[in-house]
């Protein structure tokens, strides 16, 4: 079964940009879509964005459309999830996981988790 491996978090002021980047550290990621998600302490474990098995498709949460944009390299086994215009609100850990379910939007039909990666924004 393929391991996530999630990196490129870190500190940016409001309005910077952070390209993080998920990579399969084993095996591949076949024909899973790959979404990431992310959590606010305290909060559940919202969906942020999704990218198909071939990267023909992409789907986003209306609250980073039009700032975020995923990415996916099958060669490389990576999906990377650039980020612009950051607001304070999207300070959580981000998590990419994988699912057969295509661009699903809820955490519980995606079967294999990253670890995670701290992404703060400051006002």
């Known amino acids: 079964q393929v391991q996530l491996v999630e990196s490129g978090g870190g500190l940016v002021q409001a309005g910077g940009s952070l390209r993080l980047s998920c990579a399969a550290s084993?095996?591949?990621?076949?024909?899973?879509?790959i979404g990431w998600f992310r959590q606010a302490p305290g909060k559940e474990r919202l969906f942020v964005g999704a990218?198909?098995?071939?990267?023909?498709?992409?789907y986003y949460a209306s609250s980073v459309k039009g700032r975020f944009t995923i990415s996916r390299d099958n060669v490389k086994n990576t999906v990377s999830l650039q980020m612009n215009s950051l607001k304070p609100e999207d300070t959580a850990v981000y998590y990419c996981?994988?699912?057969?379910?295509?661009?699903?939007?809820?955490?519980?039909?995606?079967?294999?988790w990253g670890q995670g990666t701290q992404v703060t924004v400051s006002s």
């Open positions: 084993e095996g591949t990621f076949g024909d899973d879509a």
């Open positions: 990218v198909s098995w071939n990267a023909a498709s992409t």
């Open positions: 996981g994988a699912t057969s379910y295509g661009l699903a939007t809820n955490s519980r039909q995606y079967h294999t």
